[in-house]
């Protein structure tokens, strides 16, 4: 009998590596799970439309991947040096038989943040689940490292296009719709090595807290999910990440082994399902490996 999902993983040490910037999924080894043969369909998305952004790998590529296997139409957004991950995508969501809009650019730029819900609408028909998950990270040594520039990026890549995307998205959510952002434990503990990157990530989870309190008497529900270390291109790509550090990348948790993006994604299924979690908003999900937080 095939040992359970929990215990089958991927664990530490992997191959010592790195990856320039933005990072492509595609040269990642090993490469990240996403495919989730063992979860079981059961259309909860039926005739929907959802946005993924960072749709290209990781996470993103997970979640828009599942979105289609439970019947939704998925747009997703890549930086266009991350074309090579995204057709891989779009090829999945196609081979579920579903519809995908890839739209590239850069959510840092507020025009493309407008441009992006645009397009969703005008090519897919409407939108019923927007998922911010696209993300900026560079771990520093001390804090005398961390540049303006670098911490300016890292916010208006995860905090200021949450928002931007969310105003934009707001005329074309009906009750019923879905936003879901993507959280990490750095945004709970806090890491010294990543200041700017747990700020956002703290701004992301109160943020969800107040646009959940805002959106609730237009039955639009807005929850978080807060992921421990996810073997995903985003820390290969770390500047500040040493290729003996990606190496042993999540043997810290207690399961001694980072999470892959189909062991994630699947919290992301049930925040957009109305059916699954109408009761849920305001939320951030931690999917820590073990870790334990207080209530």
């Not at 998925?74 to 995508?89: K, Q, Y």
């Not at 303006?148 to 998205?169: M, Q, S």
Request: net charge negative; glycine share 8%; aromatic share 4%.
């Amino acid at each position: 009998m095939a040992k359970p999902q929990i215990q089958s993983e991927p664990k530490p040490p992997f191959p010592k590596q790195k990856l320039a910037k933005p990072g492509i999924e595609a040269d990642l080894k090993p490469r990240p799970k996403y495919q989730a043969p063992r979860y079981k369909p059961a259309r909860k998305l039926e005739g929907k439309v959802a946005l993924v952004t960072g749709g290209d790998s990781g996470i993103g590529r997970a979640v828009a991947v599942l979105y289609a296997r439970e019947g939704a139409d998925v747009a997703i957004t890549a930086l266009p040096d991350e074309h090579r991950d995204a057709e891989e995508t779009r090829n999945e969501i196609e081979r579920e038989g579903r519809r995908c809009v890839v739209i590239e650019g850069d959510l840092t730029e507020p025009e493309f943040c407008q441009d992006t819900i645009d397009r969703t609408v005008a090519e897919l028909g409407r939108l019923d689940v927007l998922v911010s998950n696209a993300a900026h990270q560079n771990r520093k040594e001390s804090l005398q490292d961390v540049t303006d520039e670098e911490f300016e990026r890292t916010l208006h890549t995860n905090v200021l296009a949450y928002y931007r995307l969310v105003k934009a998205a707001l005329p074309h959510l009906n009750p019923g719709s879905a936003i879901i952002a993507t959280g990490s434990i750095t945004g709970i503990q806090g890491s010294s090595e990543l200041p700017d990157y747990s700020a956002s990530k703290g701004a992301i989870h109160t943020l969800t807290k107040t646009l959940a309190q805002n959106l609730l008497d237009r039955g639009i529900r807005v929850n978080c999910v807060a992921p421990g270390p996810v073997w995903t291109p985003l820390n290969a790509a770390d500047e500040g990440q040493k290729p003996k550090d990606v190496a042993k990348f999540g043997e810290q948790t207690p399961l001694e082994r980072p999470a892959q993006p189909e062991e994630i994604a699947p919290a992301y299924v049930f925040l957009a399902s109305d059916a699954d979690s109408s009761f849920i908003t305001g939320v951030v999900l931690p999917a820590l490996g073990g870790e334990t937080i207080g209530a």
